[in-house]
């Protein structure tokens, strides 16, 4: 398994443990990292988060990384049931070392390269069609939300799958507050764009920065989700930190990382994928398997970690939260 930097022992473990999961329904599974965390709050670990801001003040900037997130007390946050999985979640180590951040290179392994990634300050602007535009700090607007945990599959459009814990909001939670106009018809959302911090970007054949896009009423389904955290912490840098989307029965190209923008607007947005290759990468690249991307089929999948192969399901296992979306725009080319 060339995707694991782990040590063979590691490896080994690995198998054993995802092969005796695999029967298990996901929710019978302890949540390992909800026992962790209750351990290191018992131990004071809660009063140290506090009192470390004021510390804080004193350091130059360069230290700012090494400091514990913001909002690192919101986490575990509770998860909500209604989303189950038919599948273990992914090994956070395995997800962790097998990403793709093209802002960080074109490897599945950004995961060290992508510590360059300063999450805070981080600033997040709302414009476009929307009653006021404006730009707010990333810990004020999580301050804002409830944040749920939610289990959802994960499957990239180069036929690999995961399953993941996200920690986040509902994206509809911030269309309400963004209070877009009528006439906003599709929200467009950005990643950062800092060539000197991410040497992806250097790279200037890609139409950087990332961007991708929603309708509005693909945002406001229940799916939709901003995940801000994973596996009951907030967010690794490789997954996207600080603000994510998760949009699961769509292709992974879809749920843009590390988002410093959300324009609501008229026209369709045409993301990064789309601009360089339009034939392979679709706006709407929903999950089918029936359809193949013009070079490979979707058929089946491999799912990280396991070795095993699945048979892909139409909207990734969705269709009875979000089918009804596509209802009148069957004459669109609804598939990657
Ligand atoms: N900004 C940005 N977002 C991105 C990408 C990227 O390269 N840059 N890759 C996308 C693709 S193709 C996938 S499959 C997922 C991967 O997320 P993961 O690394 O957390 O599994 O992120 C998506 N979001
Ligand atoms: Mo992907």
Not at 120 to 127: L, M
Not at 150 to 160: L, M, Q, S
Not at 297 to 309: D, K, L, N
Not at 318 to 333: T, W
Request: charge should be positive; include cysteine.
């Amino acid at each position: 398994m060339p995707y694991l930097l782990g040590t063979e022992s590691e490896t080994r473990a690995m198998n054993v443990i995802r092969r005796r999961g695999w029967e298990l329904p996901e929710r019978l599974a302890t949540p390992e990292h909800l026992a962790f965390s209750r351990r290191s709050l018992l131990a004071g670990g809660a009063s140290a988060l506090a009192l470390a801001p004021h510390a804080a003040l004193a350091q130059r900037v360069s230290d700012l990384d090494k400091m514990p997130d913001p909002t690192a007390d919101l986490y575990p946050a509770k998860r909500n049931e209604k989303y189950v999985l038919d599948r273990p979640i992914t090994d956070e180590k395995i997800n962790g070392n097998y990403n793709n951040f093209y802002e960080f290179g074109t490897t599945k392994s950004v995961a060290a390269a992508s510590q360059a990634l300063r999450t805070r300050p981080w600033t997040v602007k709302i414009d476009g069609m929307v009653e006021k535009p404006i730009e707010i700090g990333i810990d004020d607007l999580i301050r804002k939300m409830t944040l749920e945990e939610r289990t959802y599959r994960h499957r990239c459009v180069e036929a690999w799958s995961m399953a993941i814990a996200w920690t986040g909001f509902p994206f509809a939670k911030l269309v309400d507050f963004a209070r877009p106009l009528g006439s906003a018809k599709y929200v467009r959302m950005e990643t950062f764009l800092d060539a000197k911090m991410a040497p992806g970007q250097r790279a200037t054949w890609y139409p950087w920065p990332y961007v991708e896009g929603l309708s509005l009423a693909e945002a406001k389904n229940e799916l939709a989700f901003l995940a801000t955290g994973a596996y009951g912490h907030p967010m690794a840098k490789q997954h996207g930190a600080p603000l994510r989307l998760a949009v699961p029965w769509k292709y992974g190209f879809k749920s843009i990382k590390s988002i410093v923008r959300f324009s609501f607007v008229e026209a369709r947005p045409k993301g990064l994928w789309e601009a360089l290759q339009a034939s392979e990468y679709g706006f709407w690249a929903n999950v089918n398997p029936a359809v193949p991307h013009p070079r490979w089929s979707q058929a089946t999948e491999e799912v990280i970690g396991t070795g095993e192969r699945r048979p892909t399901l139409l909207f990734n296992g969705y269709g009875e939260y979000v089918a009804d979306l596509y209802k009148g725009l069957e004459g669109e080319r609804l598939w990657a």
